[in-house]
C-alpha cells in the first residue's frame, strides 16, 4: 500500500527558529512536493523534485528552502520562522511514466509559529 | 495569481441529494484535470479525473463534466451521503512540467441528514 509519513502531525515553533519538516514516501517515486494549505486559499505548491539533489520552485517558495539527498526523503526547511508561516504542510509523491498521474498525500503537519 | 477557480466555497446539502462543485481554468495547455477528496485530519486523495479528450467520467456516485470551449469542469455527486461529506479540491495539471498541479481554492461539503 501506497505510504507518504510526515515527521510530525502537530509543531509550535518561536519567530526565528529553523524548522524542519521531513517527509518520506515508500513507492521508489520520483517526484516529489511540498504545498502550504490555507482556507480560502487551496494548496499552493512551494518546492517540487523530480530527482535526488533535484529541487525547483513552485509558486511560493519565498522563505523556505528544501533538501532531497535520498530519494525517499523530501525536507522542507524554514531557515528563520515568521508567523505568517503558520500553516498545514503537506508533502506528496507521484511516480514517473505513464498511468502514474496521482499524487500522494501525507496526513500533512500543522505547523503553528509563536 | 489564481490559475484555476473553484466555487463554492462551501456547499450544504441534504441526504440523497446532488451536489454539485464547479471549477474554470484560463491555461488551455492545462492537460488533466483531477479532483482530490480531503476528510478532517487526513491528506487529499485523489477521488477522479478527466483528461479534455473526452466531456465526461462516471465512476460510481462521482461524475465529471468537461466542457472544452468554456473552460469549465464539474464535479457531481450523486446521492450524496453522510460520508461524503469533506472538503474537494479541482485541480489541473500543465503538461511537461514534472506534473505539477495546480489546485482551486477547495470547496467543504457538508452533507445532512
Known amino acids: 500500500d501506497v505510504k507518504v509519513t510526515q515527521s510530525s502531525r502537530y509543531l509550535v515553533k518561536r519567530t526565528g527558529e529553523k524548522v524542519f519538516l521531513e517527509c518520506v514516501q515508500d513507492?521508489?517515486?520520483?517526484?516529489m512536493f511540498w504545498y502550504r494549505q490555507d482556507p480560502g486559499l487551496g494548496l499552493r505548491l512551494i518546492y517540487f523534485s523530480y530527482d535526488v539533489k533535484m529541487k525547483e520552485k513552485g509558486d511560493i517558495p519565498e522563505g523556505y528552502s528544501v533538501s532531497r539527498e535520498k530519494k525517499e526523503r523530501f525536507s522542507l526547511i524554514l531557515e528563520s520562522a515568521s508567523t505568517n508561516q503558520t500553516s498545514m504542510y503537506l508533502c506528496?509523491?507521484?511516480?514517473?511514466?505513464?498511468?502514474?498521474?496521482?499524487?500522494?498525500f501525507g496526513p500533512g503537519t500543522r505547523l503553528t509559529v509563536l | 495569481q489564481q490559475q484555476v477557480k473553484q466555487s463554492p466555497q462551501s456547499l450544504i446539502v441534504q441526504k440523497g441529494g446532488i451536489s454539485i462543485i464547479n471549477c474554470a481554468y484560463e491555461n488551455t495547455a492545462f492537460d488533466y484535470f483531477p479532483w482530490y477528496q480531503q476528510f478532517p485530519g487526513k491528506g487529499p486523495a485523489l477521488l477522479i479525473a478527466i483528461r479534455p479528450d473526452v466531456s465526461e467520467k462516471k465512476e460510481g456516485r462521482f461524475t465529471i463534466s468537461f466542457n472544452k470551449s468554456a473552460k469549465q469542469f464539474s464535479l457531481h455527486i450523486m446521492d450524496s451521503q453522510p460520508g461524503d461529506s469533506a472538503t474537494y479540491f479541482c485541480?489541473?495539471?500543465?503538461?511537461?512540467?514534472?506534473?505539477?498541479?495546480?489546485f482551486g481554492t477547495g470547496t467543504r461539503l457538508q452533507v445532512t441528514l
Open positions: 513507492m521508489d517515486h520520483e517526484n
Open positions: 485541480a489541473a495539471r500543465l503538461d511537461g512540467t514534472a506534473s505539477k498541479l495546480t
Open positions: 506528496a509523491s507521484r511516480g514517473r511514466g505513464a498511468n502514474t498521474d496521482t499524487q500522494y
